[in-house]
């Protein structure tokens, strides 16, 4: 578990899109956000109180948390001052950037001198068990998708919440660093050793009450040429009972990989039913989660539509659509 | 690449199965192997001369290799004098256990003011890129399963045998630690962190003249619920033009996971097709490889006949028969 609430640390970037992080903890846990720091020159703003490291542990903040995604992913030396004060007020500091703050001579040694712990979350130091393929109690719906980087946290944090909202027992499962600092905890899956990848994904959500649903956060593509392992890994140590696809129906290829054309949603589907069912007989897609972030509002609901009847699954784009046709399937579940 | 030829140091085991390792690299790699060493109650012999660690580092040797796996996993306190005659007498180490040489402190130690290194092939420290999917020149082979343990890496060393035996210019690729120690170099493809698995793969089998083969030694199987994902990540990586199905005919479970039953012949090679063709729409079955240990002789080859009428691909058991059918179907690849 990382201590939270957390102060978001913005540096001094200038482009909102370096701050995704940041925006993604504000609007997905609220409660966990508490203020934001920010160096002389940056440009964005989250609109959240403007606190320095000692105002937000006068508040209760617990870790300062990166938000941003400097580029080139290192830290730049002008912001370690920002890292020791705020391991000076009494802070843990939370990144998920390459660069491990581990690395960083003084920001480590200023931790161990304080007894401050530093969350590299992109980074494991956990060892996991070989996966066992031994079916656990409770329910698990698992995001996967025709690509990388469309939408599949964003699905699973909007279907946790609109369980949650309908009064069942969920939990948001996180698989990546974004994740991991939105949920507090969570498996960095593709930064887990090979051998141990569904071992890690079984350990992630486990056994729980018959009608409790973990909402695990899919990553890669099982048509990825490069990630399609940990996907595999990560749907068989799921065992999910429902998948959700999600997709971009303007994307042709690849997001990183354009020699490779995204495959149709009937063969993603039948792939992805092929590879659960290993592990849960008895898994089945639920629905189909289309990201139209580049559509007008009427053409995204014209496809919605569309594609609901082509595919004869509850169809929804998280950002626009309400929920309530999943979960009304993932009530029979 | 590790240094050979190679001491192969036995410890006091006393069972051959615990020795599995040493008579691998004895049968396979007889140019690498110069003698063996053995402490007091050892009951186990490959026939080799009988040498210290001095006595090989003057014939030649270059590296005392830990051939045997003691119950555990660990390397036994009394066998770490041993360890340390061979750094002073100049050899370095090899190792595939889990316990690692560097974190035995006098072994460490002692290899750090001599000079020598320590290799613990089940480790990887090497970092990798990313894969690209881009095809690769040369031309590449490799061994899947309908499971594990079941022949991957003798049919590999057996094709790459056969295939410069017949002319060609061919190299076997290790993607486990016997495979490494008997190839001297390779990549523990089970120890990557999940996010390289491909781009591993990509490594080891770089690209080469058109008509070289590489023969990649697979690991785990498509139907594994704990290893699939490094399955599937060496099969996009590995970008195979020919594809050899390791089977055991006898076996009904998975060897580690009897809740799962062993998927038919026809599955295994249409699931394997499907992830083979992602990144080489090429790919295709050139082989059967039977483990038939468990049977007499007229069995087995009454079983590898009709193995290879019912597939229509040259079936053959890499300890009994030739691989005469399987060389003809690569020439015309």
Known sequence: MIPRPYLLFLGDVSDEPLAKTAFGIRDWA?????GQSRLPGCRVDLGLPELSPGEAAVRGAKSMLIGVAPIGGAIPPHWISSLLDALEAGLDIVSGM????????????TAERLGRSLHDVR???????????VKRSGKRLLTVGTDCALG?????????KALKAHGFDADFRATGQTGI???????AIDAVVADFISGAAETLSPAAAVDHWDVVEGQGALFHPAYAGVTLGLVHGSQPDALVLCHDPLRRHLHSHPDFPIVEVETAIARYLVAARLTNPAAQFVGLSLNTAKLETRAAEAL???MQARHGLPCFDPMRSNLDALIDKLKAI
């Open 304 to 306: 919605i539509d569309e």
């Open 98 to 109: 390459h660069t491990r703050l581990v690395d960083i001579p003084e920001v480590r040694e």
């Open 152 to 160: 599949k946290k964003y699905t699973a944090l909007a279907i946790a």
């Open 123 to 133: 980074h494991s130091n956990r060892s996991f068990p070989i996966a066992t393929g």
């Open 30 to 34: 609220p409660d966990a956000t508490l």
């Open 181 to 187: 600092m939105i949920a507090g905890e969570g498996v």
